[in-house]
Structure formats: structure tokens, C-alpha cells
Antibody, heavy 116, light 106 residues
Framework: EVQLVESGGGLVQPGRSLKLSCAAS????????MAWVRQAPKKGLEWVAT????????YYPDSVKGRFTISRDNAKSSLYLQMNSLKSEDTATYYC?????????WGQGTLVTVSS | EIVLTQSPTTMAASPGEKVTLTCRAS?????MHWYQQRSGASPKLWIY???KLASGVPNRFSGSGSGTSYSLTINSMETEDAATYYC?????????FGSGTKLEIK
């Protein structure tokens, strides 16, 4: 059974940093692109980042480019999202997802609240 | 950026009623994917590559479309289908989602 378990969310002040983690199991992690998708409270879904199987290619929307960094450790079947210079508009539940052209599996999400 | 416009924003349907949700893309896409999100839960893949049902999705659901116009249809609405449905394109970066259709039971 595919499982994705996010962790690392919490309350953080504007301008500070936070690193999210996602532990994957139930599939061969190194064979799949992975991604982060977020959802602000009572809002829709927004794609945040994608990483290739080896980690050599990464993709971001303009809203987070230069502030967020996606990475992975295939030996640990783990995905990460380093978030710097956080803004109030980054407040959201962050989901880890297994990516093809679509997002086949999602974790339960971890809530990040950016507030002073 | 490809903008996806979903309609309606909200709708209510009676049990047994046929329901159609639409998603229009600002530019042509190869495929459309759909997700169901129940209140308080994570999104679930529902339909991928326009018309393929994800594992466990009842066959009263179907998807169709091409180019810039796509739809998700429920042949006969059931109580458990009440949720928000999002469309998503991955044909080009940035990956984008529609703003969702909230489907309620009447």
C-alpha cells in the first residue's frame, strides 16, 4: 500500500524558514517524480514543486521560485521542501504527492502557519 | 500559464440525478485529470488522462473532452459523491488546477 506521511509543519514567523519532510513507503520511491501541492485554508489546490527521479531536475511556479527548494533522498525514500523567506500567503496545508502527469497518491498533509 | 476555469462553482443535485461538471482550459491541453476532495480530507485522484477512472472509483463516473473543454459526469448522483472536484493539467509547466466545483446533495 502506498503511504506518504508529511511532517515538519507548524507556526513560523514571516521571513523565517521551515523544512518539511515526507516519508514514502509501499512503492519504489526512486522510480517516481515527486511533488508538493498546497492548499490555503478554505481555498483551492496550488502546485508548489516537482522533482525528477534522480533529483537533477526541479520545477517551481513563480510564486515560490527562489524561496523554496525541493529535494529527495532516494536511499531514505524521503522527500523534502525547504521553505525560506516565508510570507503570510504561504500559510497552507502542504501535501506530498507522487507525480506522473497527474498526482496519483497524496499524503495527509502538514499545516504551515506563517504569522507573527 | 494555462488557466483552468471550472463551472459551476457550486451546485446541488438530488439522488439519482445526472450531474456534469465542466473544466475549460485557456490553451489546449493533452489530458485533464480530476480529483475528489471531501471535507477535511486529502484530495484523491478520481479520473486521469481525461477518461480513465482511478482505482476504486464507481463506474457511474465518467470523464470526457479534448483540447480546451473537458467534463466529469456522474450518471446517477449518490450521497457519497458530495465533495469538491478539481481539474488539473500537467501538459505544461506550471502545473495548474481549476478552482473547484463544490457538489452538494439536495
Amino acid at each position: 500500500e502506498v503511504q506518504l506521511v508529511e511532517s515538519g509543519g507548524g507556526l513560523v514567523q514571516p521571513g523565517r524558514s521551515l523544512k518539511l519532510s515526507c516519508a514514502a513507503s509501499g512503492f519504489t520511491f526512486s522510480n517516481y517524480y515527486m511533488a508538493w501541492v498546497r492548499q490555503a485554508p478554505k481555498k483551492g489546490l496550488e502546485w508548489v514543486a516537482t522533482i525528477s527521479t534522480s533529483g537533477s531536475r526541479t520545477y517551481y511556479p513563480d510564486s515560490v521560485k527562489g524561496r523554496f527548494t525541493i529535494s529527495r533522498d532516494n536511499a531514505k525514500s524521503s522527500l523534502y521542501l525547504q521553505m525560506n523567506s516565508l510570507k503570510s500567503e504561504d500559510t497552507a496545508t502542504y501535501y506530498c504527492a507522487r507525480r506522473l502527469d497527474w498526482f496519483a497518491y497524496w499524503g495527509q498533509g502538514t499545516l504551515v502557519t506563517v504569522s507573527s | 500559464e494555462i488557466v483552468l476555469t471550472q463551472s459551476p462553482t457550486t451546485m446541488a443535485a438530488s439522488p439519482g440525478e445526472k450531474v456534469t461538471l465542466t473544466c475549460r482550459a485557456s490553451s489546449s491541453v493533452s489530458y485533464m485529470h480530476w480529483y475528489q476532495q471531501r471535507s477535511g480530507a486529502s484530495p484523491k485522484l478520481w479520473i486521469y488522462e481525461t477518461s480513465k477512472l482511478a482505482s476504486g472509483v464507481p463506474n457511474r463516473f465518467s470523464g470526457s473532452g479534448s483540447g480546451t473543454s473537458y467534463s466529469l459526469t456522474i450518471n446517477s448522483m449518490e450521497t457519497e459523491d458530495a465533495a469538491t472536484y478539481y481539474c488539473q493539467q500537467g501538459s505544461s509547466y506550471p502545473v495548474t488546477f481549476g478552482s473547484g466545483t463544490k457538489l452538494e446533495i439536495k
